[in-house]
Nanobody, 120 residues
Framework: QVQVVESGGGLVQAGGSLRLSCAASGRFNRIDRMGWHRQAPGKQRELVASITSDGTTNYVDSVKGRFTISRDNARNTVYLQMNSLRPEDTAVYYC??????????????WGQGTQVTVSS
């Protein structure tokens, strides 16, 4: 079993900052890719940012230059620093962690999500 738990969401004014954290725990050899996704009301879930175990990052165009993803491999934790927040960033943010488990294919585990609300 692998558990993924997010924290750090909340309410912030436009232009403000928030930092999300996500920790993976359980029985696995290592965590490969970790990522942050978001889903706004009435919209499809989208990948916001991802980071591989060697630190390669990827961002959706709308957050480039404002959001930074990082990770601590020793703690199996990923962070999302969100600066210059906009009302359109309002969404539930989900963390996903791809766990490497012996004798099993890599499987992506998801957290329950954390609400981020940006007021104008």
């Amino acid at each position: 079993q692998v558990q993924v738990v997010e924290s750090g969401g909340g309410l912030v004014q436009a232009g403000g900052s928030l930092r999300l954290s996500c920790a993976a725990s359980g029985r696995f050899n290592r965590i490969d890719r970790m990522g942050w996704h978001r889903q706004a009301p009435g919209k499809q879930r989208e990948l916001v940012a991802s980071i591989t175990s060697d630190g390669t990052t990827n961002y959706v165009d709308s957050v480039k230059g404002r959001f930074t993803i990082s990770r601590d491999n020793a703690r199996n934790t990923v962070y999302l620093q969100m600066n210059s927040l906009r009302p359109e960033d309002t969404a539930v943010y989900y963390c996903a962690a791809a766990a490497v488990i012996p004798y099993s294919p890599i499987y992506e585990y998801w957290g329950q999500g954390t609400q981020v609300t940006v007021s104008s």
